[in-house]
């Protein structure tokens, strides 16, 4: 089946750029999204990108896809600590509309 | 306006108890949906309800039973739960199941089956 991976804990000073990243294995994946998680919360969307594209900017947040190695990746610039959460990154799969998401990413942003 | 509504934020029951969680959402979207997290996991798919009609289930349960009385109300029924079932329920909608539309998430209603 499907599979999505992510690596679990990442730690960044704030101010420093914050770099998520996720690999898939569904290379049908059309849509693939981020989601934001704060603690006791639900999934806040902050982005997605299509996959005939190779980069997205929005604000703070740049998303880049490599489609043949099957990797996104999240970047966040000038992290501050609002933005301690957990991303999910989760590509878009089947004749439906379902979202494989990863294991979550925990970002700590400390002083 | 993306919102989408959920009640109660915590529930707790015991496990002869019956319940219902509620989801709410008036952005016009045709396709809703209930994901289960567990602590420290991420969302698991439950039931895709499409136009009113379930079009998912994910193997879930004969205890837990959804509904959707109309296009805007998503709801979710317990019966006989085990704690086990203990968990997140979020509600999400999209515009359409069938086309590539993006979910909005609902804050989750906390269950703790005692």
């Known amino acids: 089946g499907e599979d999505v991976e992510q690596s679990l804990f990442l730690s960044v000073r704030e101010g420093d750029s914050s770099v998520i990243n996720c690999t898939y294995t569904d290379s049908s994946s059309t849509y693939l999204y981020w989601y934001k998680q704060e603690p006791g919360a639900g999934l806040q969307l902050l982005t997605y990108i299509f996959s005939n594209m190779d980069m997205k900017q929005d604000q703070r947040l740049t998303v880049l896809l490599n489609k043949k190695d099957k990797h996104l990746s999240l970047r966040i610039a000038d992290t501050q600590t609002g933005d301690s959460a957990i991303y999910f990154c989760?590509?878009?799969?089947?004749?439906?509309?379902?979202?494989?998401f990863g294991a979550g990413t925990r970002l700590a942003v400390h002083p | 306006d993306t919102e989408v509504t959920q009640t109660p934020k915590h529930l707790v029951m015991g496990m002869t108890n019956k319940k219902s969680l509620k989801c709410e959402q008036h952005?016009?979207?045709?396709?809703m949906y209930w994901y289960k997290q567990k602590a420290k996991k991420p969302p698991e798919l439950m039931f895709v309800?499409?136009?009113?009609?379930?079009?998912i289930n994910e193997s879930v349960p004969s205890r837990f039973s959804p509904e959707c009385p109309n296009s805007s109300l998503l709801n979710l029924h317990l019966h006989a739960l085990q704690p086990e079932d203990s968990a997140l329920y979020l509600c999400?909608?999209?515009?359409?199941?069938?086309?590539?539309?993006?979910?909005?998430f609902g804050p989750g209603t906390r269950l703790l089956v005692l």
């Open positions: 952005m016009g979207h045709r396709a």
């Open positions: 309800y499409s136009y009113e009609k379930l079009s």
């Open positions: 989760a590509p878009r799969s089947g004749g439906y509309n379902k979202l494989i």
């Open positions: 999400a909608s999209s515009q359409d199941a069938t086309i590539q539309e993006t979910q909005y």
